[in-house]
């Protein structure tokens, strides 16, 4: 019943940017906190960025200062602006939403992001 839908990817060039979205549906409740994850070929998924309820966010170093996540009013749409953009962040970008009022985590999709040199 909870869906979670990531937009935004693309194919951009090194340097460039891009905003992710990502868009909660189907639940009474606001979601305690969104994580960002991206995994590319061969790698594990790892954490990007995530951001809590009452708007504590943390970065993974590779992308601290180039990376903002954030979240709008409802609390059920939140973004990645990333600037910036190196190569090394192509991935497939993952959005993740908890619901603790459910007891579960809930996760998108995924949508491409492409950098080139």
């Known amino acids: 019943q909870v869906q979670v839908v990531e937009s935004g990817g693309g194919l951009v060039q090194a340097g460039g940017s891009l905003r992710l979205s990502c868009a909660v549906s189907g639940s009474i409740f606001i979601p305690n906190a969104v994580g960002w994850y991206r995994q590319a070929p061969g790698n594990q998924r790892e954490l990007v960025a995530g951001i809590a309820t009452g708007g504590n966010v943390n970065y993974a170093d590779p992308v601290q200062g180039r990376f903002t996540i954030s979240r709008d009013k409802s609390k059920k749409t939140a973004y990645l602006q990333m600037n910036s953009l190196k190569p090394e962040d192509t991935a497939v970008y993952y959005c993740?939403?908890?619901?603790?009022?459910?007891?579960?985590?809930?996760w998108g999709q995924g949508t491409q992001v492409t950098v080139s040199s």
């Open positions: 993740q939403a908890t619901i603790a009022a459910l007891a579960n985590d809930y």
